[in-house]
């Protein structure tokens, strides 16, 4: 599979996912905007056949090289970021989740997820788009799940798909900066990601970041009980340029922190 195949599949699953996301992207560019895109993002489960070690491979096949790695303590949480030689792909962020750190009910009932999965089926990067690999856990187990950890219970309904796409706001012409992107954004009507503040990071860290809080959607769950529950969000982030000129590719742990909550419920 080529890159641009790749991106396309990525975006046709995400789309689906996250209506919003087209409909801002449409909004952009009816300003005359071209959307060019910074990165998008995936979670994992650690200890499983689709663990961090064993995706990222199909990313090195398409070119992607590791950049930085990222920890969240609190979330339990590794992460890695890549970079493609070609400077026009955007950047990917991949988490997983340190299943081992978690509770002993949790942990089983991530294990009774991830035993599903056929090791032989993840074979190339189409996994990236693949979704779940398991049931759908019922409404309860959800529930269990979400109590502990958010990032659980959003990967056990949603499985492997991007997590968001990011427009990158260094790229646009007429919004320049955050607060303009996210005062269209809000004109819009979406909902944007309030923790710590609108705006994650600052130009003294070389990038600034805020995103939507996730469409929501009806889910049907394994016990046959249908909720309406956060899905995927959009991104918009500022590079800024290093001391040496060159553009900041990395992320900022502080603001990924935060930017991990656009999947949580809307109160
Ligand atoms: C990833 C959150 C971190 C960023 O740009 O810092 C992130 C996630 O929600 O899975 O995307
Ligand atoms: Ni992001």
């Keep these: 599979m080529n890159i641009t195949e790749f991106f396309a599949n990525l975006w046709n699953d995400y789309v689906r996912m996250t209506p919003q996301a087209d409909a801002i992207q449409q909004a952009f560019?009816?300003?005359?905007?071209?959307?060019?895109?910074?990165?998008?993002?995936?979670?994992?489960?650690?200890?499983?056949?689709?663990?961090?070690?064993?995706?990222e491979p199909f990313l090195f096949d398409l070119g992607y090289q590791r950049n930085e790695q990222y920890h969240f303590s609190a979330k339990k949480l590794n992460a890695w970021s890549y970079i493609h030689q070609d400077e026009n792909q955007p950047l990917i962020f991949l988490s997983e989740l340190l299943t081992d750190q978690l509770s002993a009910p949790t942990q089983a009932i991530i294990r009774s997820l991830t035993e599903?999965?056929?090791?032989?089926?993840?074979?190339?990067?189409?996994?990236?788009?693949?979704?779940?690999?398991?049931?759908?856990?019922d409404y309860q187990t959800y529930q269990s799940l979400l109590a502990e950890s958010e990032y659980a219970a959003w990967l056990s309904v949603f499985g492997l798909r991007a997590n968001h796409f990011t427009v990158a706001v260094h790229k646009l012409h007429s919004l320049k900066t955050l607060p303009e992107?996210?005062?269209?954004?809000?004109?819009l009507d979406y909902e944007l990601n309030t923790t710590g503040s609108k705006i994650k990071g600052s130009p003294e860290v070389f990038l600034e970041q805020s995103s939507t809080m996730a469409s929501h959607q009806d889910v049907t769950f394994g016990d046959g009980s249908t909720y309406q529950i956060p899905t995927c969000f959009y991104e918009f982030a500022r590079r800024?340029?290093?001391?040496?000129?060159?553009?900041?590719?990395g992320f900022v742990e502080a603001n990924a922190d935060k930017i991990f909550d656009s999947t949580n419920a809307r109160r």
């Design 29 to 55: 560019q009816q300003r005359g905007e071209q959307v060019i895109n910074d990165h998008v993002a995936f979670r994992t489960f650690k200890h499983s056949a689709v663990e961090l070690e064993r995706i």
């Design 116 to 137: 599903q999965i056929d090791p032989g089926s993840i074979t190339d990067a189409s996994v990236f788009y693949s979704g779940r690999h398991w049931q759908c856990p």
């Design 181 to 187: 992107v996210n005062e269209f954004v809000e004109s």
């Design 240 to 249: 800024y340029s290093l001391p040496d000129g060159s553009l900041f590719k």
